[in-house]
């Protein structure tokens, strides 16, 4: 790490930031919190809000407003700011609006002397993720973005519900663009180390169908969740939290963020989420799982899809 002590700098505090900072606070995940955000007033302002509820915690952090240049001695530089999902708006019809607004963040972290790692979480993800590799000029290892962190979690509740498990003892992933392509790759799915699809052959009261609906229940959750309430952010922040933690812990767990692919699963230069295992040097190494060719056929769609977008938006100059 960069220093002795964990320091985090919060690039915007909306809905999505504050979700974050929030359970950082009460999960006393760092020492040190910096929140930048264009209207610096409400930087401020969530700072107070924050630091007003330490004596309840068993935190002894120290949050307050600040401005690029404090990044230069941070850990970790997470990026939440950018223009909100509409309803009804597909994640990858947010990449042009997005875009410009990460030129003005990423180029000012950089010129602070920041070396340390950035995470994504801004909308849509693997494209945001690629962006500020391509702006930074950083080790694509030192890059990272939520993935499909939030909906592998989504996918083990619903799990977890259905075969009445501890979601905890639930492994499985979602995998490839965090949106509409992206997929379950059933065939490495188990409850401790026994297949699901083994356990729906041999249980008559466990449907394979319901699998199929559980897949489209977490591709559609944020869409649901947006029409009910306009946006998603406690789920997405507290899966911010657990990937801060593997980082700053050295844990070096498997969280499936969106990552870098050199090679694996035949796919190159584009990101995607994937299984990681993650620790202080953020992504040291990209799992590679068994998949059938079906899921392989379809995880290549997801990037295809994926390059293809990020390209166009070369292509105008972005």
Known sequence: MVNDKRKVVLVGTGMVGMSYAYSLLNQNV???????????????????????????????????????????DADIVVI???????????????????????????????????????????????????????LSGFNP??????????????????????LRVDPRNVHAYVMGEHGDSEF????????????????????????????????????????????A???TYYGIGMALTRITRAILGDENSVLTVSAMLRGEYGQTDVFSGVPCIINKAGIQRVLKLSLTQEEADRFGDSCKMLKECYEELAKEGQ
């Open 30 to 72: 760092c020492d040190e919190l910096v929140l930048i955000d264009l209207d610096k007033r409400r930087a401020e302002g969530e700072a107070m809000d924050l630091n007003h509820g330490l004596a309840f915690s068993a935190a002894s952090m120290k949050i307050y407003q600040g401005e690029y240049e404090d990044c230069k």
């Open 80 to 134: 939440s700011a950018g223009v909100a999902q509409k309803p009804g708006e597909t994640r990858l019809a947010l990449l042009k609006r997005n875009a410009k607004v990460f030129r003005s963040i990423v180029e000012p972290v950089t010129a602070s002397g920041f070396d340390g790692i950035f995470l994504v979480a801004t909308n849509p993800v693997d494209l945001m993720t690629r962006i500020t590799y391509a």
């Open 141 to 162: 290892r030192k890059v990272l973005g939520t993935g499909t962190a939030l909906d592998t979690a989504r996918l083990r509740y619903l799990l977890g519900e259905y």
């Open 184 to 227: 379950v790759p059933w065939s490495q799915a188990q409850v401790a180390t026994k297949s699901i699809l083994e356990l729906c052959a041999e249980n008559p009261d466990i449907e394979k169908g319901r699998l199929t609906e559980i897949e489209k229940e977490v591709r559609e959750a944020a869409y649901k969740i947006i029409e």
């Open 229 to 231: 309430k306009n946006a």
